[in-house]
């Protein structure tokens, strides 16, 4: 600014603490219970996501009245919308950045329906990707960081095509940065040290989602 002039900037944020014990998230060291919607970028109306924050309400009061309180966002990051709203209605959001499983970068004669354009590499061998993923990790906090609905952050969904080593390294160093909230390297296929939670469907010798049918309050898995 010249001599004699000012700039006022004005920013929402909230206080919260994320952490995590042994088997729970907890926030303000209370356990809370992440009951939530996968949001796979599904706006078939539109083609794209609404930029609107009284849409995203409206989309979030309706999980709210299913007494959903999480949304884990599929391998992408919504609009600043979304956590503007997150924060209003009371919603736990997990921004993802992108999908590069291992059976994208192979042909498959059993389900070619599964083989995807340009059969990309994982993580770590990808260097497009390689220089994108973790730029846009940084541009994620940076943009958003101060919504306090922003609770998790993970790379992507099952990466197992991805060198995890490499990846734990770019999740290391935003935990060393913004420890506002809690990071995990893939939904799936490995598990970390880094790793301050984890969304999968089957930890192998461990147990899993497989087969469990029905509603009831007899497992929180």
Request: charged share 20%; hydrophobic share 35%; with cysteine.
């Amino acid at each position: 600014t010249q001599k004699g002039q000012s700039q006022l900037k004005t920013v929402d944020f909230g206080f919260r603490n994320v952490t995590a014990s042994r088997s729970k998230i907890l926030i303000n060291n209370r356990p809370v219970f992440m009951r939530g919607n996968l949001d796979c970028l599904h706006f078939p109306l539109t083609g794209y996501p609404s930029c609107d924050i009284q849409e995203w309400e409206r989309i979030f009061r309706i999980y709210k009245s299913y007494g959903l309180n999480h949304v884990r966002f599929h391998s992408w990051c919504p609009p600043e919308a979304a956590f503007t709203a997150a924060d209003r209605i009371g919603i736990y959001i997990q921004a993802e950045v992108l999908w590069i499983d291992w059976w994208m970068s192979v042909v498959s004669k059993e389900r070619p329906e599964m083989t995807t354009r340009g059969l990309p590499k994982g993580l770590g061998h990808n260097p497009s990707a390689d220089k994108f993923v973790p730029e846009e990790l940084q541009r994620m906090i940076e943009a958003y960081g101060n919504h306090p609905s922003f609770t998790m952050l993970c790379i992507g969904n099952e990466l197992g095509n991805s060198n995890f080593d490499i990846m734990q390294q770019w999740i290391k160093s935003l935990q060393e940065k913004d420890p506002r909230r809690l990071y995990a390297i893939s939904t799936a296929r490995k598990i970390m040290p880094a790793d301050q939670y984890m969304v999968t469907h089957n930890i192998p010798q461990t147990g899993g989602t497989y087969g469990i049918n029905g509603s009831g309050t007899d497992n929180d898995r």
